[in-house]
């Protein structure tokens, strides 16, 4: 230690100030000397000015941190005998940081006391999720890349990195935010997956230990908030209330702030989305519209009615007449026209292009959409929360058809709207405001849902939503539409639950799938009649429009598709236990159970591409429906993986069905290959394995040996060459590769060359989605 001058306790004795390798290793710090030089602290000059913070930033284990910063105290002259920590019962005037120089300078004047005894901390759990940076750390650290930057000294680059950051545009700024708030949203998703864990519980119970015994060394006094700030520090609570400072996650609605507080930060997040879209789509050169720079009044309408067409049936958003309202309101105005009018009618119609795709072409369909978000921003979107409400959910839809993430900030913060400035279920059901609130918010659940169980996300929906929303005021007299918005949202919502409790083979147990097929019969048996497929396809079907009659089709696809949920982790275990002779058996559940449960979802699976070959041919069919290319693609993994099963059970007997409603599938997909990167990327991984599975199938029953002419009689089977036998060394690659689609459709574990989209890694490590940016 260097000895301090009595006479000046706050001030570094004028000596020669050692090398920062020679400090370090004589304190027995060595191993930081790596991580201190490359985060700018290259001399012990700039270590002198380091902060708390810094040292937790750098990982610096806390008996170590307090050796350096009694080292720095010594060298600046501060006995030994004060304390490192802030005295919390003075008078004086409290320090304006955190930093260990701040902390440690006191005044000469300040009476000395005795050292303060060592308070033990628990120890922190190496086994959960990290944290992640803030939205101004973040920066700070790419401002240090910056070679001008990073040549200053440490007190200057700080002063730099602040500066830097109060001058930043609020749109930049709400980049860094974005940023943040997304790994924010995923650390805590991380946490939640992680507290089901042994670990945690293991954790949990040695806190809880520790917790007792330190209140028994001090004689029953409290130390709750000891183990509480522990516990935040490790990352053990959800995110408080955003600053500017620090990234604004989804709120759980679980949280203690108010309504208000959650609907700011939910926005906040949802607006930083909207700039990142909006940057990419400008960045391109597109010009975006206005007052003065106006689309064709008519190609703008056939494009709005477009949309109301293609999902009005389906989910409610907007109804035309409200189309026309805001198109004389913009073409013909009587007043100046509010900013969320413009944002109103420019999105809709980039929607709406989606659907007609004759009517704008991309470059146009992006500059609208690009023009709605400029129009969209906090001071619009508390003028009228109800149209708010609506445009976040006509945006989150846009996204969703686009592929970027920001569907699901969209959706949220949508739901907390709902769920702060929602009227009373007590109030009228004739209240045509107050019904179209109930209504946007319903849509919202579904797709929140659709998210869920499509994408893996966690659902922000919670018991009381579906009692608001997923119940008719007024059954007696409920339109179709409204039946049909009704049951589209409860199937989804069982989806949703599906994913969640299955989203791991060890968790299909009977228990689990009993509950959830009681579910799945319940919602079945509750369908209204005039919805159920039967009551259709009678010889006197209710009148239905073209539009209620594809929607009714696609609420029975979408109950299918649950079912497929419900049984892929029992198919991929059956198709691993045939492949290693059922050393990978570990399920509750007998061989036998398992069978009867591969049928069923074969024959869902075959059901599904009969509704959908019903809608191709309806008139509604749009070549880039998400729900159509989804379910179709997924149709064909079940009926490819039920193929592929029969075949390694040596059993020819319904393969030709199964390939053959497969076929009908991939014919489904092909219509939307030249307009849906999506669905050419499916055909792409599809189509090798049909070919092959239909090769092998022709090849296991044998060719006839006479003329070709025999083929186009009845074949005789002594005509026929012995069956070729399936090796489980050929099975084995095209059923591994059914296996990883069947439980990862949405390309998670799927390298993709040359992709430089924005990847998010979800809880196993893996990329979250391959084509979502």
Same mark, same amino acid.
């Given at each position: 230690?260097?000895?301090?001058?009595?006479?000046?306790?706050?001030?570094?004795?004028?000596?020669?100030?050692?090398?920062?390798?020679?400090?370090?290793?004589?304190?027995?710090?060595?191993?930081?000397?790596?991580?201190?030089?490359?985060n700018g602290f290259s001399t012990w000059e700039t270590v002198l000015d380091i902060t708390e913070d810094d040292l937790t930033a750098l990982n610096f284990k806390l008996g170590h941190r307090r050796t350096l910063q009694r080292e720095i105290a010594s060298f600046r002259g501060i006995p030994s005998s004060l304390s490192l920590e802030t005295d919390g019962t003075s008078t004086g005037p409290s320090s304006l940081s955190t930093s260990a120089l701040e902390t440690l300078s006191r005044s000469t004047s300040a009476p000395s006391r005795e050292k303060r005894r060592y308070r033990r901390h628990p120890r922190p759990d190496n086994n959960a999720p990290k944290k992640p940076k803030t939205a101004y750390v973040n920066f700070a650290d790419h401002l240090r890349t910056d070679p001008a930057i990073s040549s200053l000294s440490f007190v200057d680059i700080a002063k730099e990195v602040g500066r830097r950051w109060q001058h930043l545009p609020a749109d930049k700024k709400r980049m860094w935010e974005s940023q943040a708030a997304r790994a924010m949203q995923e650390y805590e998703a991380q946490m939640d997956e992680y507290k089901k864990t042994d670990l945690w519980r293991k954790y949990h119970a040695y806190l809880e230990e520790f917790k007792a015994q330190q209140a028994q060394a001090k004689?029953?006094?409290?130390?709750?908030?000891?183990?509480?700030?522990?516990?935040?520090?490790?990352?053990?609570?959800?995110?408080?209330?955003?600053?500017?400072?620090?990234?604004?996650?989804?709120?759980?609605?679980?949280?203690?702030?108010?309504?208000?507080?959650?609907?700011?930060?939910?926005l906040t997040l949802a607006l930083s989305e909207l700039v990142s879209l909006r940057g990419e789509i400008l960045g391109q050169g597109v010009r975006p519209y206005d007052e003065q720079h106006l689309p064709a009044e008519e190609l703008t309408r056939r494009a709005m009615y477009a949309f109301v067409r293609g999902t009005g049936s389906l989910l409610y958003m907007w109804t035309y007449t409200q189309v026309d309202e805001i198109l004389d309101r913009i073409y013909r105005p009587e007043k100046p026209v509010d900013a969320m009018t413009f944002a109103e009618c420019f999105t809709v119609a980039a929607m709406g292009a989606h659907y007609d795709l004759d009517c704008f072409p991309d470059r146009i369909r992006r500059a609208l959409y690009a023009s709605g978000t400029l129009h969209f921003h906090e001071k619009t979107a508390r003028i009228d929360y109800l149209r708010t409400m609506r445009l976040l959910l006509s945006m989150s839809f846009y996204a969703l058809l686009e592929k970027h993430m920001s569907a699901r900030y969209l959706v949220a913060a949508g739901l907390q709207i709902a769920r702060w400035k929602c009227p009373p279920p007590q109030q009228s059901a004739l209240d045509t405001a107050n019904e179209s609130w109930r209504r946007i918010f319903r849509s919202l659940i579904f797709m929140d849902s659709w998210l869920s169980y499509t994408l893996g996300y966690v659902s922000e929906v919670v018991p009381d939503d579906i009692a608001v929303a997923c119940t008719s005021r007024q059954p007696d007299i409920a339109t179709m539409d409204e039946l049909i918005h009704i049951q589209t949202s409860k199937i989804g919502l069982i989806a949703a639950e599906i994913a969640k409790t299955l989203v791991s083979a060890e968790l299909a147990t009977r228990e689990n799938i009993d509950m959830l097929n009681r579910k799945l019969e319940v919602w079945r048996m509750e369908v209204p009649t005039m919805l159920q497929i039967s009551v259709m396809t009678s010889d006197n079907p209710p009148e239905l429009t073209l539009y209620q009659r594809r929607a009714i089709l696609m609420v029975h696809i979408m109950y299918l598709g649950a079912v497929l949920l419900l049984h892929r982790q029992l198919l991929i275990a059956a198709a691993q236990t045939q492949l290693t002779d059922g050393a990978l058996w570990n399920f509750d559940l007998s061989v036998d159970e398992v069978a009867r449960y591969r049928n069923e979802c074969a024959m869902a699976a075959q059901q599904m591409a009969r509704i959908l070959s019903l809608i191709s041919f309806d008139g509604t069919f749009t070549?880039?429906?998400?729900?159509?290319?989804?379910? #179709?693609? @997924?149709?064909?993994?079940? &009926? +490819?993986?039920?193929?592929?099963?029969?075949? *390694?059970?040596?059993?020819?007997?319904?393969?030709?069905?199964?390939?053959?409603?497969?076929?009908?599938?991939?014919?489904?997909?092909?219509?939307?290959?030249?307009?849906?990167?999506?669905?050419?990327?499916?055909?792409?991984?599809?189509?090798?394995?049909?070919?092959?599975?239909?090769?092998?199938?022709?090849?296991?029953?044998?060719? #006839?040996? @006479?003329?070709?002419?025999? &083929? +186009?009689?009845?074949?005789?089977?002594?005509? *026929?060459?012995?069956?070729?036998?399936?090796?489980?060394?050929?099975?084995?690659?095209?059923?591994?590769?059914l296996s990883v689609l069947l439980a990862d459709p949405f390309g998670r574990k799927q390298a993709m060359p040359g992709d430089t989209r924005r990847r998010i890694l979800s809880t196993d490590g893996s990329s979250l989605v391959f084509w979502f940016r």
């Open positions: 230690m260097f000895s301090p001058c009595a006479d000046t306790p706050s001030s570094p004795l004028n000596v020669t100030p050692p090398s920062l390798a020679e400090a370090l290793e004589r304190l027995g710090l060595s191993e930081y000397l790596g991580t201190l030089t490359d004689n029953g006094k409290r130390v709750n908030g000891m183990v509480a700030n522990s516990l935040a520090r490790n990352g053990y609570s959800r995110a408080s209330s955003s600053s500017s400072d620090s990234p604004v996650s989804i709120p759980s609605s679980g949280s203690t702030r108010t309504e208000a507080e959650l609907c700011h930060g939910s070549r880039r429906c998400w729900l159509i290319i989804y379910w #179709a693609f @997924t149709a064909c993994i079940v &009926l +490819l993986f039920a193929a592929a099963t029969r075949l *390694l059970d040596g059993q020819p007997d319904g393969v030709d069905e199964d390939l053959t409603y497969a076929k009908g599938c991939l014919d489904m997909l092909e219509p939307c290959r030249n307009y849906e990167p999506v669905a050419e990327r499916y055909l792409e991984i599809l189509w090798p394995l049909y070919d092959s599975l239909r090769d092998i199938h022709q090849r296991m029953l044998g060719r #006839a040996k @006479t003329s070709i002419f025999s &083929l +186009l009689q009845s074949t005789n089977p002594a005509q *026929l060459s012995p069956p070729i036998p399936v090796s489980k060394e050929e099975m084995g690659p095209i059923s591994e590769k």
